[in-house]
Nanobody, 122 residues
Framework: QVQLVESGGGLVQPGGSLRLSCAAS????????MGWYRQAPGKQRELVAR???????NYLDSVKGRFTVSMDNAKNTVYLQMNSLKPEDTAVYYC????????????????WGQGTQLTVSS
């Protein structure tokens, strides 16, 4: 089994910065990509940023230039550096792992973390 442990959420003022982390633990043989999604109340979950193990990234248009996704392949950990935060960034942020293959041979196309709350408010 794999566990996704997210950290770094909280309350921040508009214009502030925060970094989210998500570590995948377990007997992981390989994974294809990691990323962050968010879901605000009454809205659908949306992709915020994603990075492949090869380093290819993609971002939600509204966060381009403000958020940066990175990954430590050796630690199976993905980070989301969020700058110039806005109230509309308020949401629960979920970590997602794609193409996860465990040493046991178990494969999962998508695994989700439990979510971490980000609130941007003065």
């Amino acid at each position: 089994q794999v566990q996704l442990v997210e950290s770094g959420g909280g309350l921040v003022q508009p214009g502030g910065s925060l970094r989210l982390s998500c570590a995948a633990s377990g007997s992981i043989r390989r994974l294809d990509a990691m990323g962050w999604y968010r879901q605000a109340p009454g809205k659908q979950r949306e992709l915020v940023a994603r990075i492949t193990t090869g380093g290819t990234t993609n971002y939600l248009d509204s966060v381009k230039g403000r958020f940066t996704v990175s990954m430590d392949n050796a630690k199976n950990t993905v980070y989301l550096q969020m700058n110039s935060l806005k109230p509309e960034d308020t949401a629960v942020y979920y970590c997602k792992v794609e193409g996860l293959l465990l040493d046991s041979g178990v494969y999962s196309s998508a695994s989700w973390g439990q979510g971490t709350q980000l609130t941007v408010s003065s």
